[in-house]
T-cell receptor, first 116, second 112 residues
């Protein structure tokens, strides 16, 4: 079974703390993504990576950074957590598109982060 | 990105077919129609996708209108486990590393 795992299902942090969210995929996918999901705002892309050590900003990168040192692992970092970063964080991965393939994204279970 | 419109919610009975509509009147020629769903407290999961022809897989069927301005996701025999939010999105095939953009989707309620 293909799998994307996230380090925590629930996390509570205090304002100003540095927060690390880890994501691991076992499908040898090139592409990995971090999203946040909020009621009424839908799914929004924070950052994505198409290769080791490569990263691209998504729609809402402010306040976040990412790290991809190994192909299977993509980390989201909140340098100084704030209350408006309370959200559900979802990691996903997908293979690079090749002829005849569809680049379906596989999602992890999500991390519900609360910043107090 | 081309926009899609879905009903906010739908209700159906267990073991009956469910037809979930999606309108996408501004679809371009290279846009694929994709469906994902999100079960309670889980990440989204891929359901099905298509371009022009109707598609079937083990989870569902996708019926695409001839003018491609609308489509319908069909669950042939709904179970309680199909209760989820269903998202219809359009994606150009060329973007391997493109992020997904979900709207509000349709909240499907299944009655026992």
């Amino acid at each position: 079974d293909v799998k994307v795992t996230q380090s925590s299902r629930y996390l509570v942090k205090r304002t100003g703390e540095k927060v690390f969210l880890e994501c691991v995929q076992d499908m040898d996918h090139e592409n990995m993504f971090w999203y946040r999901q909020d009621p009424g705002l839908g799914l929004r892309l924070i950052y994505f990576s198409y290769d080791v050590k490569m990263k691209e900003k998504g729609d809402i990168p402010e306040g976040y950074s990412v790290s991809r040192e190994k192909k299977e692992r993509f980390s989201l970092i909140l340098e100084s957590a704030s209350t408006n970063q309370t959200s559900m964080y979802l990691c996903a991965s997908s293979p690079t598109l090749s002829a005849g393939d569809y680049n379906e994204q596989f999602f992890g279970p999500g991390t519900r982060l609360t910043v107090l | 990105d081309a926009k899609t419109t879905q009903p906010n919610s739908m209700e159906s009975n267990e073991e009956e077919p469910v037809h979930l509509p999606c309108n996408h009147s501004t679809i371009s020629g290279t846009d694929y129609i994709h469906w994902y769903r999100q079960l309670p407290s889980q990440g989204p999961e891929y359901v099905i996708h298509g371009l022009t022809s109707n598609v079937n897989n083990r989870m569902a069927s996708l019926a695409i209108a001839e003018d491609r301005k609308s489509s319908t996701l069909i669950l042939h025999r709904a179970t309680l486990r199909d209760a989820a939010v269903y998202y219809c999105i359009l994606r150009d095939r060329g973007g391997g590393a493109d992020g997904l953009t979900f709207g509000k989707g349709t909240h499907l309620i299944i009655q026992p």
